[in-house]
């Protein structure tokens, strides 16, 4: 099982980037899925999950500017990212739990991708 995380980059504060999360089983549609990144010298921090009935929870920190969304159809989720700041800085990651919930702990989730770097220039 793995889920491939892209959509990663470069960009000035205050730009746009769109990350994409596609499991390699269409089992994940009923799963809850989460980002979570990871900045140098820092915890993993969570940051969006969306619940298979596309329920929603987001981190106090990117409320208002980052949007998670899941199109079943394709078996894709996606974390619009606005208004980036150069905190936002890190190694995103995208993450499966089988639950009927929306955990924000990182020991919650049963399988991770890769991670995709994105870094905001000042």
């Known amino acids: 099982v793995q889920l491939q995380a892209s959509g990663g980059g470069l960009v000035q504060a205050g730009g746009s980037l769109r990350l994409s999360c596609v499991p390699s089983e269409r089992t994940f549609v009923r799963y809850a899925m989460g980002w979570f990144r990871q900045a140098p010298g820092k915890e993993r921090e969570f940051v969006a999950v969306i619940d298979w009935n596309s329920r929603t929870s987001y981190a106090n920190s990117v409320k208002g500017r980052f949007t998670v969304s899941r199109d079943s159809a394709r078996n894709t989720v996606f974390l619009q990212m606005n208004s980036l700041k150069p905190e936002d800085t890190a190694v995103y990651y995208c993450?499966?739990?089988?639950?009927?919930?929306?955990?924000?702990?990182?020991?919650?989730?049963?399988?991770w991708g890769q991670g995709t770097q994105v870094t905001v220039s000042s």
């Open positions: 993450a499966a739990d089988p639950g009927w919930y929306r955990p924000e702990a990182a020991s919650e989730y049963d399988y």
